[in-house]
Protein backbone atom coordinates (compact mmCIF):
# COMPACT_ATOMS: atom_id res chain seq x y z
CA UNK A 1 0.00 0.00 0.00
CA UNK A 2 1.18 3.61 -0.49
CA UNK A 3 3.73 4.71 2.14
CA UNK A 4 5.15 1.02 2.79
CA UNK A 5 8.14 0.28 0.97
CA UNK A 6 7.84 -3.14 1.77
CA UNK A 7 11.77 -3.83 2.48
CA UNK A 8 12.94 -6.11 5.60
CA UNK A 9 16.19 -4.41 7.04
CA UNK A 10 18.94 -5.97 9.70
CA UNK A 11 21.34 -4.45 11.50
CA UNK A 12 23.02 -2.37 14.29
CA UNK A 13 21.02 0.40 16.03
CA UNK A 14 22.79 2.23 18.88
CA UNK A 15 24.60 -1.09 20.03
CA UNK A 16 21.33 -3.72 20.08
CA UNK A 17 21.18 -6.01 16.57
CA UNK A 18 17.55 -5.19 15.25
CA UNK A 19 15.49 -6.27 12.05
CA UNK A 20 13.66 -3.39 10.68
CA UNK A 21 10.09 -4.06 8.47
CA UNK A 22 9.47 -0.73 6.14
CA UNK A 23 5.70 -1.39 5.93
CA UNK A 24 3.58 -4.02 6.92
CA UNK A 25 0.81 -6.75 5.61
CA UNK A 26 -2.67 -5.47 6.11
CA UNK A 27 -6.11 -7.72 6.65
CA UNK A 28 -7.52 -5.17 4.19
CA UNK A 29 -5.46 -5.97 1.39
CA UNK A 30 -6.99 -9.67 1.38
CA UNK A 31 -4.01 -11.23 3.45
CA UNK A 32 -5.55 -13.73 5.85
CA UNK A 33 -4.00 -12.93 9.53
CA UNK A 34 -2.22 -15.91 9.52
CA UNK A 35 0.05 -13.76 6.90
CA UNK A 36 -0.03 -10.50 8.34
CA UNK A 37 1.33 -11.77 11.80
CA UNK A 38 4.02 -14.29 9.82
CA UNK A 39 6.97 -12.08 10.27
CA UNK A 40 6.20 -11.45 14.19
CA UNK A 41 6.45 -15.19 14.58
CA UNK A 42 9.60 -15.24 12.31
CA UNK A 43 11.12 -12.80 14.12
CA UNK A 44 10.66 -14.87 16.97
CA UNK A 45 12.76 -18.01 15.84
CA UNK A 46 15.15 -15.01 14.74
CA UNK A 47 15.63 -14.28 18.54
CA UNK A 48 13.75 -11.39 18.88
CA UNK A 49 12.97 -10.86 22.20
CA UNK A 50 11.35 -7.29 22.01
CA UNK A 51 8.98 -5.80 19.21
CA UNK A 52 8.57 -2.08 18.60
CA UNK A 53 4.92 -1.47 16.73
CA UNK A 54 4.28 2.15 14.85
CA UNK A 55 0.93 2.79 13.38
CA UNK A 56 -0.33 6.14 12.06
CA UNK A 57 -4.34 6.52 13.87
CA UNK A 58 -6.95 8.67 13.57
CA UNK A 59 -7.55 10.73 16.89
CA UNK A 60 -11.39 9.83 18.89
CA UNK A 61 -10.44 11.59 21.96
CA UNK A 62 -10.34 15.55 22.77
CA UNK A 63 -6.80 16.20 23.75
CA UNK A 64 -5.25 14.40 21.02
CA UNK A 65 -3.98 16.51 18.52
CA UNK A 66 -2.93 15.85 14.51
CA UNK A 67 0.64 15.61 15.05
CA UNK A 68 1.08 14.00 18.26
CA UNK A 69 2.33 10.96 19.55
CA UNK A 70 0.61 8.49 21.24
CA UNK A 71 2.03 5.66 23.38
CA UNK A 72 -0.14 2.72 23.13
CA UNK A 73 -1.06 1.73 26.79
CA UNK A 74 -3.79 -1.35 25.50
CA UNK A 75 -5.72 -2.04 22.68
CA UNK A 76 -9.44 -2.61 21.75
CA UNK A 77 -9.16 -6.02 18.45
CA UNK A 78 -12.36 -5.53 16.44
CA UNK A 79 -11.48 -8.18 14.58
CA UNK A 80 -10.80 -10.39 17.19
CA UNK A 81 -13.79 -10.04 18.81
CA UNK A 82 -15.84 -10.82 16.11
CA UNK A 83 -13.56 -13.78 15.17
CA UNK A 84 -10.82 -12.88 13.08
CA UNK A 85 -7.87 -13.67 15.27
CA UNK A 86 -4.31 -14.60 14.11
CA UNK A 87 -4.64 -17.45 17.02
CA UNK A 88 -7.72 -19.10 15.39
CA UNK A 89 -7.08 -23.11 14.55
CA UNK A 90 -4.27 -25.44 16.37
CA UNK A 91 -2.61 -23.44 18.76
CA UNK A 92 1.25 -23.59 17.86
CA UNK A 93 2.36 -24.80 21.28
CA UNK A 94 6.29 -24.12 20.41
CA UNK A 95 5.16 -20.61 20.45
CA UNK A 96 2.87 -20.23 23.27
CA UNK A 97 -0.20 -21.48 25.25
CA UNK A 98 -3.84 -22.06 23.71
CA UNK A 99 -5.51 -19.16 25.47
CA UNK A 100 -2.84 -16.22 26.23
CA UNK A 101 -3.71 -13.45 28.53
CA UNK A 102 -3.62 -10.02 26.80
CA UNK A 103 -3.75 -7.78 29.79
CA UNK A 104 -0.30 -5.60 30.51
CA UNK A 105 0.64 -6.73 26.78
CA UNK A 106 2.43 -3.48 26.20
CA UNK A 107 4.84 -3.53 28.67
CA UNK A 108 4.90 -1.05 31.45
CA UNK A 109 8.78 -0.46 32.14
CA UNK A 110 8.54 0.43 27.90
CA UNK A 111 5.68 2.98 28.26
CA UNK A 112 7.58 4.86 31.30
CA UNK A 113 10.93 4.29 29.52
CA UNK A 114 9.41 6.03 26.26
CA UNK A 115 7.94 9.00 28.40
CA UNK A 116 11.64 9.78 29.92
CA UNK A 117 13.30 9.70 26.36
CA UNK A 118 10.69 12.16 25.58
CA UNK A 119 11.06 13.86 28.25
CA UNK A 120 14.70 14.51 26.91
CA UNK A 121 14.75 15.21 23.49
CA UNK A 122 11.82 17.92 24.33
CA UNK A 123 9.03 16.25 22.88
CA UNK A 124 6.76 15.47 25.47
CA UNK A 125 4.15 17.92 25.34
CA UNK A 126 3.21 16.12 21.92
CA UNK A 127 3.48 12.60 23.58
CA UNK A 128 0.79 10.70 26.11
CA UNK A 129 -0.74 7.41 26.16
CA UNK A 130 -4.21 6.23 25.22
CA UNK A 131 -5.90 3.22 23.76
CA UNK A 132 -5.72 2.15 20.61
CA UNK A 133 -8.77 0.27 18.29
CA UNK A 134 -7.81 -1.80 15.37
CA UNK A 135 -10.86 -1.65 12.54
CA UNK A 136 -11.14 -3.81 9.67
CA UNK A 137 -10.83 -0.72 6.87
CA UNK A 138 -9.85 0.18 4.21
CA UNK A 139 -12.74 2.91 4.99
CA UNK A 140 -12.27 5.48 7.33
CA UNK A 141 -15.13 5.38 10.18
CA UNK A 142 -18.38 6.81 9.29
CA UNK A 143 -19.98 9.49 12.11
CA UNK A 144 -21.77 6.61 14.17
CA UNK A 145 -19.04 4.31 14.36
CA UNK A 146 -16.56 6.98 15.42
CA UNK A 147 -19.61 8.16 18.10
CA UNK A 148 -19.60 4.41 19.43
CA UNK A 149 -15.89 3.83 19.35
CA UNK A 150 -15.18 7.52 21.62
CA UNK A 151 -17.84 6.19 23.74
CA UNK A 152 -16.11 2.98 24.59
CA UNK A 153 -13.11 4.39 25.74
CA UNK A 154 -10.36 4.21 22.31
CA UNK A 155 -8.43 7.37 21.81
CA UNK A 156 -6.73 6.80 18.83
CA UNK A 157 -8.45 4.03 15.58
CA UNK A 158 -6.24 2.53 12.83
CA UNK A 159 -6.42 -0.54 10.78
CA UNK A 160 -3.48 -2.49 12.14
CA UNK A 161 -1.19 -3.19 14.77
CA UNK A 162 -3.20 -5.58 17.29
CA UNK A 163 -3.21 -8.81 15.51
CA UNK A 164 0.70 -8.33 15.40
CA UNK A 165 0.41 -7.88 18.92
CA UNK A 166 -1.26 -10.51 20.25
CA UNK A 167 1.10 -12.69 18.47
CA UNK A 168 3.97 -11.79 19.75
CA UNK A 169 2.27 -11.58 23.26
CA UNK A 170 1.52 -15.07 22.34
CA UNK A 171 4.99 -15.67 21.81
CA UNK A 172 6.12 -14.49 25.21
CA UNK A 173 8.04 -10.95 23.37
CA UNK A 174 7.75 -7.60 25.14
CA UNK A 175 5.87 -5.32 22.93
CA UNK A 176 5.98 -1.13 22.86
CA UNK A 177 3.57 0.31 20.19
CA UNK A 178 3.14 4.06 19.16
CA UNK A 179 -0.06 5.89 16.88
CA UNK A 180 1.21 8.73 15.24
CA UNK A 181 -1.82 10.67 15.32
CA UNK A 182 -2.36 11.88 11.47
CA UNK A 183 -6.13 12.92 11.55
CA UNK A 184 -9.26 13.82 13.66
CA UNK A 185 -12.12 11.36 13.49
CA UNK A 186 -15.27 13.40 12.82
CA UNK A 187 -17.88 12.95 15.72
CA UNK A 188 -19.98 15.94 14.26
CA UNK A 189 -22.48 15.91 11.36
CA UNK A 190 -22.06 19.33 11.26
CA UNK A 191 -18.27 18.74 10.62
CA UNK A 192 -17.46 19.12 6.74
CA UNK A 193 -13.97 18.22 6.81
CA UNK A 194 -13.08 14.73 5.94
CA UNK A 195 -9.59 12.43 5.92
CA UNK A 196 -8.23 11.30 3.23
CA UNK A 197 -4.52 8.64 2.61
CA UNK A 198 -2.61 11.71 1.05
CA UNK A 199 -3.21 14.05 4.65
CA UNK A 200 -2.16 11.11 6.30
CA UNK A 201 0.75 10.40 4.65
CA UNK A 202 2.08 13.56 4.98
CA UNK A 203 1.60 14.19 9.08
CA UNK A 204 4.04 11.11 8.83
CA UNK A 205 6.32 13.02 6.47
CA UNK A 206 6.43 15.80 9.11
CA UNK A 207 6.98 13.86 12.13
CA UNK A 208 9.09 11.03 10.89
CA UNK A 209 12.71 12.62 12.43
CA UNK A 210 10.56 13.08 15.38
CA UNK A 211 9.30 9.21 15.62
CA UNK A 212 13.17 8.07 14.43
CA UNK A 213 15.24 10.07 17.46
CA UNK A 214 12.35 8.40 20.26
CA UNK A 215 12.50 5.08 18.72
CA UNK A 216 16.35 5.13 18.02
CA UNK A 217 17.19 6.51 21.84
CA UNK A 218 14.49 3.94 23.53
CA UNK A 219 16.59 1.10 21.92
CA UNK A 220 19.36 2.66 23.00
CA UNK A 221 18.63 2.61 26.24
CA UNK A 222 16.48 -0.77 26.35
CA UNK A 223 17.45 -3.89 28.63
CA UNK A 224 18.39 -6.65 26.60
CA UNK A 225 20.36 -9.91 26.58
CA UNK A 226 22.76 -9.91 24.51
CA UNK A 227 21.82 -12.88 22.31
CA UNK A 228 18.61 -11.21 21.56
CA UNK A 229 17.18 -8.98 19.23
CA UNK A 230 14.67 -6.29 18.65
CA UNK A 231 12.30 -6.12 15.73
CA UNK A 232 10.94 -2.33 14.70
Known sequence: VQGHAGRLVFGDLKGKTCVCMQGRFHMYEGHSLCKTTF???VFKLLGVETLVVTNAAGSLADGLQIG???IIKDHIN???LVGLNPLTGPNEDRFGPRFPAMSGCYHKGLRCLAMEVA????????????VYAMVGGPNFESIAEARLLHRVGVDAVG???APEVV?????GMRVFGLS???NKVGKSYE????????GVLEVGRLRSDTVQQLVTELIRRMEINNNTSTAV
Do not use: W, Y
Open 159 to 161: MST
Open 191 to 198: DSDSVNHE
Open 167 to 171: VATHC
Open 68 to 70: DIM
Open 39 to 41: PVR
Open 180 to 182: LIT
Open 78 to 80: FPG
Open 119 to 130: KDLDVAAIMQEG
